[in-house]
């Protein structure tokens, strides 16, 4: 089946540097990538919808300028959090889908990533 | 986005079958129903989705009301595996929008 997988899966950082999450679909080619945040005991939260070869579209908060998406080809999706806080801790999710978004698309999650900001 | 609507908590038994319930009652005609789980820190996982019909895999079963108001997944025999929070999402033309989902505990 589809996997869609994320590296790393633990990342620890320092407050204000910059760390970058991986997203790659290993058997499949997406065209559209989403992003999702979600701190502990809460739903996933949309962040962002990624398209391969443009930019990428933000929901309303999120802060294009410090979550920095890339979809440069059709397999790799990045997120880089940049000038990172304790606050930007959290669980970060990636999913997939094989082809341009229809309403019955299987859409492919990733493992996830947890970021922890010292 | 269309909103779902299901009970914040279920509990089963072991090896007994699970009906979590699911309510959308502004379900358009081109949406399907999606369901995923969410294992204790992992990514969502692909259940089942469908759009009028009953639904079946090796997973779980889905069962839609005629009105398609709402739904059921059907767990067959649940397993302390199955213990998760199961969100029932509506498919439209954008991304997966999660709610709150049903977190599900599984006792042996």
């Known amino acids: 089946g589809a996997v869609v997988s994320q590296h790393p899966s633990r990342v620890i950082c320092k407050s204000g540097t910059s760390v970058k999450i991986e997203c790659r679909s290993l058997?499949?080619?997406?065209?559209?990538m989403f992003w999702y945040r979600q701190f502990p005991k809460q739903s996933l939260m949309l962040m962002a919808t990624s398209n391969e070869g443009s930019k990428a579209t933000y929901e309303q908060g999120v802060e294009k300028d410090k979550f920095l998406i890339n979809h440069a080809s059709l397999t790799l999706s990045t997120l880089t959090v940049t000038s990172a806080h304790p606050e930007d801790s959290s669980f970060y999710i990636c999913?997939?889908?094989?082809?341009?978004?229809?309403?019955?698309?299987?859409?492919?999650f990733g493992e996830g990533s947890w970021l922890t900001v010292v | 986005d269309a909103k779902t609507t299901q009970p914040n908590s279920m509990e089963s038994n072991e090896e007994e079958p699970v009906h979590l319930p699911c309510n959308h009652s502004t379900i358009s005609g081109t949406d399907y129903i999606h369901w995923y789980r969410q294992l204790p820190s992992q990514g969502p996982e692909y259940v089942i989705h469908g759009l009028t019909s009953n639904v079946n895999n090796r997973m779980a079963s889905l069962a839609i009301a005629e009105d398609r108001k709402s739904s059921t997944l059907i767990l067959h025999r649940a397993t302390l595996r199955d213990a998760a929070v199961y969100y029932c999402i509506l498919g439209r033309n954008t991304p997966l929008v999660f709610g709150k989902g049903t977190r599900l505990s599984v006792i042996a």
């Open positions: 999913s997939a889908s094989k082809q341009p978004l229809l309403s019955g698309n299987t859409i492919y």
């Open positions: 058997d499949f080619q997406a065209t559209t």
